[in-house]
């Protein structure tokens, strides 16, 4: 295998989590945690946003090419994405663990559900940028439901 080849599955498999034997897409959620978390410990809001951008950016390339190498349009191991729709998901929820928690399962759950817009991305955006849209379009739902919830519980 080509080392580019190897670069785009190491970083759309977000480090092979997303060849979980079931629930990849769990999978690279539950992948992507601590990444934020220490972003958002050492860095804060700020630097949790440059990641996103940035995984957005290396998302929309690694999940391309490598679904084009393996011949599939959409293969579920593809967990890049996740990364980038679950730390957005995350934006507001600081160092809070009940946050986390909160912005886990309501990403997970506009991801699987995929209301519109999602469901619209999912199905006419195609390529890596259709495969990267859909998870930010539910990590920014999750985002928004979780301000609410800070909102309301103070």
């Known amino acids: 295998m080509k080392v580019k080849t190897r670069i785009a599955e190491i970083l759309a498999t977000w480090f092979y989590s997303g060849r979980a034997p079931f629930a ?12 934020a978390y220490a972003l958002q410990y050492y860095g804060g809001i700020s630097a949790l946003c440059v990641f996103i951008l940035v995984i957005f950016v290396i998302g929309v390339w690694a999940s391309d090419y490598y679904a084009k190498a393996v011949n599939i349009q959409d293969p579920g191991f593809i967990v890049i994405d996740e990364t980038a729709g679950q730390s957005i998901a995350l934006i507001f929820a600081g160092t809070n663990l009940w946050l986390y928690g909160l912005g886990f399962l309501l990403f997970r759950l506009f991801d699987i559900t995929k209301p519109w817009p999602v469901s619209w991305a999912d199905s006419k955006i195609k390529g890596g940028l259709g495969i990267m849209l859909d998870d930010v ?6 985002a928004v439901v979780s301000f609410g919830v800070i909102q309301i519980l103070g």
Request: without cysteine; aromatic residues 12%.
């Open 24 to 35: 990849p897409g769990t999978f690279g959620s539950l992948a992507s945690l601590p990444f």
């Open 137 to 142: 379009l539910a990590g920014i739902m999750a």
